[in-house]
C-alpha cells in the first residue's frame, strides 16, 4: 500500500474506543452489570498520508484531536479499527519488537532515564536492549555527547538535570541505536528559549548529517516553523491540511504588519483599509490585509504621503495563522483554501477608505489623527 520509497504510510487509518457507561449510584452500578451500556468513540477517522526519508514532519491539532492516538497505531502501542499503516515497511502492531529496533519516541512529559542514576548508565542499559556492539556503541555515544553537548551531564543523576538539560539527554538516548525514524511528541514542553532553540538545533543538524525522518508533534509554533518543513492538521480525528509550512503561510496568511518609522511626527495618519496596533510620537504599526489589499500599493501610498524613515514589514506569528485554521470548522472551506486549483485572491481592490481603529479593551475608541486619545 506504501508509495515508492515511502518509510511511513497510513491508508485510511482509523481507530475506535469503545467505553462502559454507567449511570451513578448503586443502581447504576447494578445495572451495569446486568444489562451495560457502551459508548463508541472516534479518536481517528480515516487519516491516509505518506512520509518520505529524511522529511520533517508537522503532525499538529488542538487537543483531543487524535495526534497520540495516530502516534500510538504508527509505533505498534495501538491496533488500528480499520485502515492500514506501514513503517519502515513493516506493519507496527504485527512486527512491533523488528519495528522498535529501527525507530525512536520522545516524549516531552515521560522520561526513559532512570530517575536516580546518571544518563551514561541509562545509555549502558539501552546498548544492551539494542544489542549494540559495544566497540559501535562506545562511539556513537560519544559523538551523540559531543552534538547534544552533554559531557558534563552524563555523570550527574536525571533527578539533578535541569528540564532543558534532561531534554537533550532524552534525544541523545533515543538515538543511540540510530533508528530511521523519530517520533517526537512535545519535545520542547516547559523549556525555557535557549533550551527550545539547541533542541531544534541539535535535531536539525541529526537530520542534515544522518537523514532521520522526524515526525513531531508539538503545540508550540516554534517547533513547527523552525524544524518542519511540511505541516499536517488534524481535527476531530481527521486529517484536515497537509502541505508545506511555506505554503501554509502563503495560503493562510491574510495579514502583514507594518512598521513605520517617521522624521516628523504627522498631523494625521491615515491609512486605508489598516487596522491601526501602535502609536507614537514617531511611528506607527499597523496591520493591513493583505486579500484587500497589495502590499506594493499600501508601500507606495505611505511613502508619497509621509516622510518615511525606516519601515519594517512582517507576517504576524506562526500561532496565529495555525489558530486561525483550527478555528475554521468546515473542512470543505480548508479543502478548498489548500487546493492547487484555488483561485488567485483578488488584489485589485482600490486602496481607499478611511483607516481602522485599533479598540483595546475596555477603552472607547482610539484617534487617528495625532496622538492616541482614550475616551
Not at 47 to 69: H, R, W, Y
Not at 89 to 97: H, T, Y
Not at 158 to 175: D, N, P, Q, Y
Request: hydrophobic share 40%.
Amino acid at each position: 500500500m506504501a508509495g515508492a520509497g515511502a518509510v511511513i504510510a497510513a491508508a485510511d487509518l482509523s481507530k475506535d474506543f469503545i467505553a462502559k457507561r454507567k449511570l451513578p449510584g448503586v443502581a447504576g452500578t447494578l445495572r451495569s452489570f446486568v444489562k451495560p451500556e457502551y459508548r463508541t468513540t472516534t479518536a481517528v477517522r480515516g487519516i491516509t498520508f505518506e512520509i518520505q526519508p529524511g522529511e520533517l514532519v508537522a503532525f499538529i491539532g488542538p487537543n483531543g484531536a487524535g495526534k497520540s492516538t495516530t502516534i500510538k497505531m504508527l509505533t505498534g502501542i495501538l491496533h488500528p479499527s480499520g485502515g492500514d499503516a506501514h513503517v519502515l515497511g513493516l506493519r507496527p502492531w504485527k512486527d512491533r519488537q523488528t519495528l522498535a529496533y529501527n525507530i525512536a519516541s520522545v516524549f516531552g512529559q515521560r522520561s526513559q532515564l532512570w530517575y536516580h542514576l546518571p544518563p551514561a548508565d541509562t545509555f549502558d542499559l539501552l546498548a544492551r536492549i539494542y544489542e549494540l556492539d559495544p566497540v559501535e556503541y562506545r562511539s556513537r555515544a560519544a559523538d551523540l555527547i559531543a552534538l547534544f553537548e552533554i559531557g558534563d551531564l552524563v555523570h550527574t543523576p536525571a533527578r539533578k538535570l535541569s528540564l532543558g538539560e534532561r531534554m537533550r539527554c532524552e534525544v541523545a538516548a533515543a538515538l543511540l541505536h540510530r533508528p530511521a525514524v523519530v517520533f517526537l511528541d512535545e519535545p520542547t514542553i516547559g523549556l525555557d528559549v535557549i533550551a527550545k532553540a539547541r533542541i531544534r538545533e541539535h535535531l536539525l543538524k541529526m537530520n542534515a548529517e544522518e537523514g532521520t525522518t522526524i515526525f513531531l508533534t508539538s503545540h508550540d509554533a516554534g517547533d513547527i516553523e523552525q524544524v518542519c518543513k511540511r505541516v499536517m492538521i488534524v481535527n476531530d480525528g481527521s486529517l484536515v491540511l497537509d502541505l508545506p509550512v511555506s505554503r501554509l503561510k502563503r495560503e493562510f496568511l491574510k495579514t502583514k504588519v507594518i512598521d513605520l518609522k517617521f522624521d516628523r511626527h504627522p498631523d494625521g495618519f491615515h491609512l486605508p483599509g489598516a487596522v491601526l496596533l501602535k502609536q507614537s510620537d514617531y511611528g506607527v504599526k499597523v496591520s493591513v490585509d493583505t486579500d484587500r489589499y497589495a502590499i506594493d500599493e499600501v508601500i507606495g501610498h505611505l511613502v508619497a504621503h509621509y516622510q518615511v524613515r525606516d519601515i519594517t514589514i512582517e507576517d504576524p506569528p506562526l500561532e496565529e495563522i495555525i489558530a486561525s485554521v483550527y478555528s475554521r470548522t468546515s473542512l470543505a472551506t480548508w479543502e478548498e483554501a489548500s487546493s492547487p486549483g484555488s483561485p488567485p485572491r483578488d488584489k485589485s481592490s482600490p486602496l481607499t477608505g478611511p483607516v481602522t481603529p485599533w479598540v483595546r479593551p475596555g477603552v472607547g475608541s482610539v484617534a487617528v489623527e495625532g496622538r492616541n486619545q482614550d475616551d
